[in-house]
């Protein structure tokens, strides 16, 4: 293992005794508990939007807190997705940037994200080290972050300064030689809290060809300018280099030109991006944030927050798609001997710019006889990506999956890019009255204006557009106990999509499309079974409208693409339990049955199908036992199960049931008043080879990813 000078410097850093031997100190403005990890049971979550108690919200919110992410060797955010039921995979793969499903709906990554509340871009890969809880909104999220999509909102929590003053050092690695080294200090200078987070770690997989690097630096500072106000700041920068591992696809058995059946034996370590001349997937993003908290009297606050971000990233790969040596070219999948075509794929100097602002009123009053509770808000946001002038994606030849072939590369540049740029600005309302000690409502409206341009980067296919949007929620909560909750609820969520601008394809190409808003009805039942462990249960309805191809009268014209000539309706129920059922066990426990199908499309055998890549039912189960006869020992496992996963729109491939094994143990060592926490984890205890994930891409192919093969974690961190 191979570290690189940065690694030695947090190790030399973490070894300065005066540091971290300063007398704890109270910092106001934030507080912390002394609970033995992992505790699961986070009571609030802004993400909501009403800031009110997960356990009285009449919404779906789960929080994945950082001592589940910790417990469970969770490196990515694939990983994390495994922690729910609700959540899944499209085309999340080693060395590429990961995406997130939410009830069957695929996050829009510049519109669907948020960090510390504001809006973030999700098109770069997220380092987990500096995250204090990522925070999961289900179902439309129109109201807390306008233009989306329906199928929730991610707002990843950053770690901030704490109350006593701390120096941890955490170093780990994989049975495939991969090593990481991890700092974590928090200490009081002056007035000012610090907490600073730094990481470097060798990235070794075991996938042919596709080690890397990462490194990551975060900075958190608070203070209070008044006992009424507070300022924090944030500072974070993390690169990533590593080459990507691309999906396969369906072997064309019959020879008709379509892939239809799935390769019946696995190899889980290829990779097809393994030519010599392969070039890594390379991204690094910096993040910079400042927040104002005021507190006008006991009953009203304010909170002003900006942020902005920028994004450099060469997308890089030897990118398989189609198969050209059959007698019938093959597209999507790949011919039945396993043939398939690589394409030098380079786009380098990709610059991405996103600018968020929000500030916001929070307060409590009495009106008509009823206490309410309100917020008022503005936010804005800009966003940017400009391309280098030309792109590379050229064939190079044929390669196949069982005995890969070496070829040439070809990174002649012969493809224009897109540059676009958005801007938005909302503002906001919620409002939650308590009509009786037992009864809230809840009302919401945001109103958005959304303008968004691009061109080719020649300056041909100019585009723009504006438009103003509403997307209001409502619900009813009633209590019939202290501990328990049902809720009902009902909300929208807009998407605003153009036609793509492709004259060689579409008669209204570059038009926009009228907007497209989804509509969602929830009833729900949460249940504080203890103080530390909530139970809920939801069943949700949401319909999709989508934009669909119409073909011309005539066959020889083009078609046009209409809005809303497409329509998914998805109806599911979930089940959750989180937090301590005792002081031994620990869970975290979801369940998910979905049924997702298309109830309107151009194409009417389409209509009834489900939609592809959505399991039927989906579960997942954490669980974190503490050994009252070993004091110290904590054993856990992670069981996850699904099944009903379509690969074609027909219905005729479908994923083999997929379930996997996790398992892990820590101990926890004091000595001399200072811990050293131990864990050893095993993914895929049971080496199971199996398909995971078979999402269809924008531009039509159909990818098949396998489970990861068993992995072995060791770690060991320590306070100093």
């Known amino acids: 293992m191979k570290l690189s000078p940065l690694a030695l410097a947090l190790a030399a850093s973490a070894s300065l005794p005066a540091f971290a031997q300063t007398v704890p100190q109270n910092l106001q403005p934030v507080t912390v508990t002394g609970k033995t990890a992992p505790m699961l049971d986070i009571e609030l979550a802004d993400v909501s939007g009403f800031g009110v108690p997960l356990a009285k919200s009449p919404q779906s919110v789960t929080v994945l807190s950082a001592d589940l992410l910790t417990a469970s060797a969770a490196q990515t955010l694939s990983q994390v997705i495994k922690l729910d039921a609700s959540l899944a995979d499209s085309y999340n793969t080693t060395g590429y940037i990961e995406s997130v499903s939410i009830r069957g709906f695929l996050l829009d990554q510049g519109g669907n994200f948020s960090r510390n509340g504001l809006i973030t871009s999700n098109d770069a890969p997220i380092a987990l080290e500096n995250k204090e809880r990522i925070e999961v909104l289900k179902g439309v999220a129109g109201l807390q972050s306008g233009v989306s999509a329906p199928g929730g909102l991610v707002n990843y929590v950053t770690k901030a300064p704490m109350k006593d003053n701390f120096v941890t050092a955490e170093l780990s690695a994989n049975d495939s030689g991969g ?88 190899n889980p370590r290829l990779n097809l991006n393994n030519q010599t001349w392969s070039q890594p997937f390379e991204a690094s993003s910096t993040t910079a944030e400042v927040a104002l908290n005021h507190s006008i009297d006991a009953s009203w606050r304010t909170r002003v927050a900006f942020n902005t971000q920028r994004l450099d990233i060469d997308d890089r790969l030897a ?152 997307t209001p929620w409502a619900g009813l909560a009633w209590s019939p106990s202290a501990a328990t909750m049902l809720y009902a609820s009902w909300g929208q969520g807009v998407e605003l999509e153009v036609v793509p601008n492709r004259p060689d394809r579409f008669v209204n190409s570059g038009q926009v499309l009228p907007a497209l808003k989804s509509e969602q009805t929830e009833i729900g039942l949460k249940w504080q079974a203890n103080p530390r462990l909530l139970l809920t249960a939801a069943a949700f309805s949401v319909d999709k409208p989508y934009a669909d191809d119409v073909p011309a009268a005539d066959p020889a014209n083009l078609p046009t693409q209409v809005a809303g000539a497409k329509t998914a309706r998805h109806r599911g129920l979930e089940l959750a339990a989180s937090g301590r059922v005792d002081a031994a066990l620990s869970l975290q426990a979801s369940l998910m049955a979905l049924n997702a199908k298309y109830t309107q499309a151009v194409d009417s055998t389409l209509v009834g199908q489900r939609v592809t890549n959505l399991p039927r039912l989906k579960a997942s189960l954490f669980a974190d036992y503490k050994l009252a006869a070993l004091p110290g020992l904590s054993l856990n496992g992670l069981a996850t199960f699904e099944n009903g996963k379509t690969v074609m729109a027909d219905g005729s491939v479908e994923l083999p049931t997929a379930w996997q094994l996790d398992a892990g143990l820590s101990y926890l060592q004091r000595i001399a008043g200072k811990e050293t926490l131990w864990r050893f984890n095993v993914e895929n205890l049971t080496n199971r080879t199996y398909w995971r994930e078979a999402p269809t891409t924008y531009w039509g192919g159909v990818y098949l990813f396998a489970a990861a093969p068993r992995t072995l974690r060791a770690s060991v961190t320590a306070d100093f």
């Open 319 to 470: 990118f398989p798609d189609g198969c050209s040596s059959a007698a019938n070219y093959v597209y999507p999948g790949l011919c039945a001997n396993g043939d398939v075509d690589i394409y030098d794929y380079r786009s380098e100097g990709e610059r991405r710019k996103l600018w968020s602002w929000d500030a916001r009123l929070d307060g409590k009053f009495k009106a008509l006889g009823l206490q309410h509770a309100t917020r008022l808000g503005l936010n804005g946001r800009s966003a940017s990506a400009d391309l280098a002038p030309m792109q590379a994606y050229n064939w190079v030849g044929i390669t196949n999956i069982y005995t890969p072939v070496a070829l040439p590369a070809d990174a002649t540049l012969t493809s224009l890019n897109t540059n676009s740029r958005e801007r938005a600005l909302a503002g906001y309302a919620t409002l939650t009255s308590d009509w009786r000690q037992n009864v809230q409502s809840f009302v919401g409206l945001r109103i958005t204006r959304v303008k968004r341009s691009s061109e080719r980067s020649d300056g041909s296919r100019a585009e723009s557009f504006e438009q103003t949007v509403n």
């Open 179 to 266: 090593a990481k080294l991890q700092l974590d200090v928090n200490q009081k200078l002056g007035a000012v809290g610090v907490r600073l987070n730094l990481v470097d770690e060798a990235l070794r997989t075991q996938y042919d060809q596709a080690d890397g690097s990462r490194q990551l630096l975060s900075l958190a500072l608070a203070t209070e300018l008044s006992p009424a106000t507070s300022v924090s700041a944030n500072l974070e920068y993390h690169r990533k280099r590593q080459p990507s591992v691309p999906g396969l696809g369906l072997l064309d058995s019959n020879v008709d030109g379509v892939g239809d059946t799935l390769p019946r034996s696995i």
